[in-house]
């Protein structure tokens, strides 16, 4: 399959530590924009304003997309979109609210977000959580001077590492019919990491999933063995003992992407988008690890 997509990066998962430090977040920034593959940076909460107007420019004159990042924010703060009490749902409104003002303030074009944990009570769960969504989407609409910005949900585990309520693909199937029907500017990151970590194959995943709900998906890696160090959703470097992900796993997800229609299907971007969210372990260099995954990635499309 010939490459017929914009390559991205998640800045904050590729340099650690970084995205709150104004120098190391221009400095990574700059080394994303100087490597011509990448058309795409996915960046989250800026630390403060002249540093959101310094990014900005740079995106703009390296000719980089961007995309918003609220997760990183739900779970710094510990916020739950998808909680049942209206006081905490709200509050994670009104931090939401202040992520799409940022992401349009980015020229981003896509705003991606994850559930709360998974409480128990999954039905009244997803009842608040739609909620939410019903509540972002319409505010990203009307604040949005032309094109929407997309509001991404992004499924997680349910029960290893961040125990979200989406959660399964199933469910994110379910939610997805229903935000669809409400609402043009709604759709679902993959991530080909989480699917171990959910026990699901990507052929489970997408046929799950109503196939025009996906509209951005994520390569990387994860370990499933619970007494190793990087056990859980941590984003290990591709080669990384005992991890699931390699080569192979790259060519069948992209594969049944490519089956499904999602490298032909209308994306903000203009083509539709793949990035990568890779970790460097301690020791490594970002550059490095980036470098990596697009050796896999190159060998999984001439495989």
Same mark, same amino acid.
């Given at each position: ?10 800045? @904050? ?12 977040? %221009? ?19 800026? +630390? ?47 931090? %939401? ?15 991606? /977000?994850?559930?709360?944990? @998974? ?76 699917? +171990?970590?959910? *026990? ?5 995943? %997408? ?45 069948? @997800? ?13 994306? +903000?971007? *203009? ?10 372990? +301690? ?13 896999? /990635? ?6």
């Amino acid at each position: 399959m010939a490459q017929n997509f914009k390559l991205g990066v998640v800045q @904050f998962m590729a340099f650690p530590n970084s995205d709150q430090n104004p120098e190391a977040l %221009l400095a990574s920034l700059k080394a994303i924009a100087l490597d011509a593959d990448f058309s795409l940076v996915e960046v989250t909460r800026m +630390p403060d304003q002249e540093t959101l107007t310094k990014v900005r420019s740079l995106l703009e004159s390296a000719h980089l997309d961007c995309g918003f990042a609220a997760t990183p924010v739900i779970l710094r703060q510990g916020l739950n979109p998808s909680a049942t009490d209206e006081t905490v749902r709200k509050s994670a409104v009104d931090e %939401l609210r202040r992520c799409v003002d940022e992401a349009i303030a980015l020229s981003a074009k896509t705003l991606t /977000l994850m559930s709360g944990p @998974f409480g128990g009570d999954e039905a009244g769960e997803l009842r608040a959580f739609i909620k939410t969504l019903d509540e972002i989407c319409a505010y990203a609409a009307d604040r949005s001077s032309s094109e929407p910005l997309l509001i991404l949900v992004e499924p997680f585990d349910r029960n290893v590492d961040k125990k979200a309520l989406v959660g399964p693909s199933p469910l994110a199937g379910e939610l997805a019919s229903e935000m669809m029907s409400r609402h043009g500017n709604f759709g679902l990151l993959i991530d080909l990491s989480h699917l +171990p970590l959910l *026990g699901e194959t990507v052929d489970e995943c %997408l046929i799950s999933l109503p196939s025009e709900s996906v509209r951005h998906v994520h390569i990387g890696n994860c370990v499933t063995a619970p007494d190793d160090p990087f056990y859980g959703d941590q984003h290990p470097p591709f080669g990384y003992p005992r991890s699931e992900n390699g080569v192979e796993q790259v060519r069948i @997800f992209l594969s049944a992407l490519h089956y499904s229609g999602y490298f032909s299907r209308p994306s +903000p971007y *203009g083509l539709p988008t793949v990035s990568f969210e890779v970790k460097p372990l +301690p020791d490594q260099d970002p550059l490095i690890v980036l470098a990596n995954a697009k050796r896999v /990635l190159r060998a999984s499309l001439a495989s």
